[in-house]
């Protein structure tokens, strides 16, 4: 994707070698240069692994930046990955080091932190994107602050991460450059089987609820089920699986995996989860401690076969525990090797079937690669002959692992098959959630525009909820009265998820929904079709449809968008830069103009808006005046006087003296 200077979300990260300088001191300089070389080659890796962007080296260190020039809505988690596999790395390069040269105290300390940075080309034959702005200064600080081998994160990159990463905070830290200090979190490992600390209230979905409860009594009654919970992020897939896992308790064994959206090293990712899970172990544990654990269940579950099976599923743990056994796998062709980890994987969820129902959740499978996908379809032969449940999170993302998964359901086990889409929540429902997440917290008007905001997605209205208490604190009275102004920034977890799904638009297709969003929520797609630079617009705007960033409003008496979540068009005006938007408003106004012969009466307003956001304040008084003008004539009175107030405060920034006394007597 080519990069414009743009406003985007990011995390950075710092990482800097410790104990470089010591080895200066034994050995020679290109010895130094190849050692410490090699170490940072090694951090970069581990960035790029999980798709972020190196933006600098720093001697013995490198900065770099996740969300660019392509954001993703797990960002803050690709960091931190990326950030704990630097230290593992690090921690192994530096027992070599101290082998062959007797040097101890080689480590590294890392810094993350989430943000807003401006991004643009920098350099010249070759220009690179480069982030600059505070989210990249606090990293910077955080990583200098940390001890050797630690890695700390800023306040929100740690409440970004709470679900899924073990985090202990370490209090508030004096930061260089910035008045106020910095909560600093020490990021610890991943969370095998990540759990919401506060499970969101569950509302509005009575007949989901009763068609899962009807799956639960058949899984229970030793019939096998396979259970779709489709639709868009956020909208409560997980969160409807979460109470199904609550009621299944007592019953079923329930084995949860989810798919990332980032490849890694996670092969077959959510089924190593869920064989995690059974084993009660975390990512990241000691190799001995999951070796035993392993060995004595599989022995207890499966008797004479367990020693097959061991160094099979060991070697999907990325355990080596018998040599013999090994050296056998590691002479299979790949494609044996797969098929044998398929075939063990099945057979030890079957055994564990036979002795009672057993539910295996695989989430976020619009992610899932193509050995993922192969497993889940071989597992839903297992709902034929055993109590085996199969329940798969998606969104519909079409060409996806998940979508042929999802097709060879309906198509060939639509005898066991439940389908869940969910949609919004309507209004009563979203109120209702509003009422629960934060009991007489707010007036009338305040629920009703954030309700409003969130149209039906209880992530979003939680995201809008939180990002009020974090601004205003805890109501101190009974509720709180705000401007509506209060809600308008865009929450970061909402502002990394939105963005994302920009980004993943061909580059003419974002410049026309950037474009769009200027416009407003509603646009006619020929105003964006003089301001755009496009080459083929239908194109564009096809992509933006399929998407379902956009939807059609009418196509009589002209062609009309508009965007599919009002949050949407708040994520691509984000990314613009002040000048940007500028030139934007300026481009629109001049084609409203060019469109329509001039500026009929019922344009008045929004040329005036859009004048007045261009800074071509003289434009904006005069459309101003003529709005005020008019509703005056047509007996608005309330309105018209907004409106000449307006212009009044526009002609005093103007210091046109005549045009202000011209208003001023026509408001007296």
């Known amino acids: 994707m080519q990069v414009e200077d743009e406003l985007r979300p990011v995390t950075a990260l710092f990482a800097d070698v410790v104990g470089s300088t010591a080895l200066g001191e034994r050995l020679a300089p290109d010895e130094v240069q190849a050692l410490v070389g090699e170490c940072v080659t090694r951090l970069s890796r581990a960035v790029e692994e999980f798709g972020g962007s190196v933006q600098s080296y720093l001697g013995d260190g490198i900065c770099a930046a996740f969300g660019l020039p392509v954001a993703h809505e797990d960002d803050p988690e690709r960091a931190a990955r990326a950030a704990l596999r630097i230290t593992a790395v690090v921690g192994e390069y530096a027992r070599d080091v101290e082998a062959a040269w007797g040097i101890a105290g080689f480590d590294v300390r890392v810094g993350l932190n989430t943000g807003q940075a401006a991004v643009g080309l920098v350099g010249g034959g070759d220009p690179q994107a480069l982030a600059l702005g505070d989210a990249m200064n606090v990293a910077a600080r955080l990583q200098a602050a940390a001890a050797p081998g630690a890695i700390l994160v800023g306040p929100t990159t740690a409440r970004l991460l709470g679900h899924r990463f073990s985090l202990e905070a370490v209090g508030e830290l004096q930061v260089k450059g910035r008045e106020e200090p910095v909560a600093a979190s020490r990021l610890l490992g991943v969370r095998s089987a990540a759990r919401p600390t506060v499970e969101t209230p569950l509302v509005g979905r009575a007949p989901e609820l009763a068609r899962l409860g009807q799956v639960l009594a058949d899984l229970e009654a030793g019939r096998g089920r396979v259970v779709l ?20 308790a007592d019953s079923v064994v329930w ?21 995690r899970a059974w084993l009660g172990v975390e990512e990241g544990e000691a190799d001995v401690a999951v070796r035993l654990r392993l060995r004595a269940r599989l022995g207890a579950l499966l008797g004479d076969a367990a020693p097959d099976a061991l160094a099979v599923l060991g070697r999907l743990l990325g355990l080596r525990l018998d040599p013999d056994a090994d050296r056998r796998l590691d002479l299979l062709p790949a494609d044996a090797l797969a098929a044998s980890l398929r075939a063990t994987y099945l057979h030890w969820l079957e055994a564990l079937a036979a002795r009672g129902p057993v539910a295996l959740v695989l989430e976020d499978v619009h992610w899932a690669d193509a050995a993922t996908r192969e497993l889940a379809e071989e597992a839903l032969a297992l709902t034929d002959r055993a109590p085996v449940l199969l329940l798969a ?28 889409p969910l949609g919004p929540l309507d ?35 939680e995201e809008l909820l939180r ?12 509720s709180w009265t705000m401007t509506i102004s209060a809600a308008s ?67 009589f008496p002209e062609l009309e968008c508009a965007f599919g979540h009002g949050l949407l068009q708040q994520a691509a005006l984000s990314t613009l830069t002040p000048e940007r938007r500028r030139e934007l408003h300026g481009r629109i106004a001049a084609a409203y103009e060019e469109l329509h012969g001039g500026a009929p009466d019922d344009l008045l307003e929004v040329l005036a808006y859009h004048w007045g956001r261009s800074q071509d304040l003289a434009k904006a008084l005069e459309y101003l005046e003529r709005a005020g003008e008019r509703a005056a004539a047509l007996d608005a009175g309330e309105r018209a006087e907004e409106l000449f107030r307006r212009a009044l405060r526009v002609a005093e920034r103007l210091d046109d003296r005549v045009a202000a006394a011209r208003l001023g007597a026509r408001l007296a």
């Open 229 to 248: 919970l489709t639709g868009d992020a956020g909208i409560g897939k997980t969160r409807l699986m979460r109470e199904l896992a609550t009621r299944a």
């Open 489 to 555: 920034l865009l929450p970061p977890a909402l502002e990394g998820l939105l963005v994302a799904r920009i980004d993943r638009l061909p580059e003419g297709a974002r410049r026309v929904v950037q474009a769009a969003a200027v416009v407003g929520r509603s646009f006619p797609v020929r105003v964006v079709e003089r301001v755009v630079e496009t080459s083929d617009l239908q194109a564009d705007l096809a992509q933006l449809l399929r998407a379902e960033v956009v939807r059609e409003v009418r196509r």
């Open 393 to 420: 999170t998606a969104r519909v993302v079409p060409g996806s692992e998940g979508a042929a998964l999802r097709l060879r359901v309906l198509s060939d086990f639509a005898h066991r098959a439940v389908e869940l």
């Open 427 to 461: 209004d009563d429902a979203a109120e209702e959630l509003v009422r629960r997440l934060l009991p007489g917290a707010l007036d009338d008007a305040m629920r009703r525009e954030v309700v409003s905001r969130a149209e039906g997605n209880p992530l979003f209205l």
């Open 255 to 275: 084995l949860e995996g989810a798919c990332a959206s980032y490849g890694g090293d996670r092969l077959l990712g959510p089924f190593v989860d869920a064989l």
């Open 467 to 478: 990002a009020l208490v974090e601004g205003y604190g805890a109501p101190r009275d009974r």
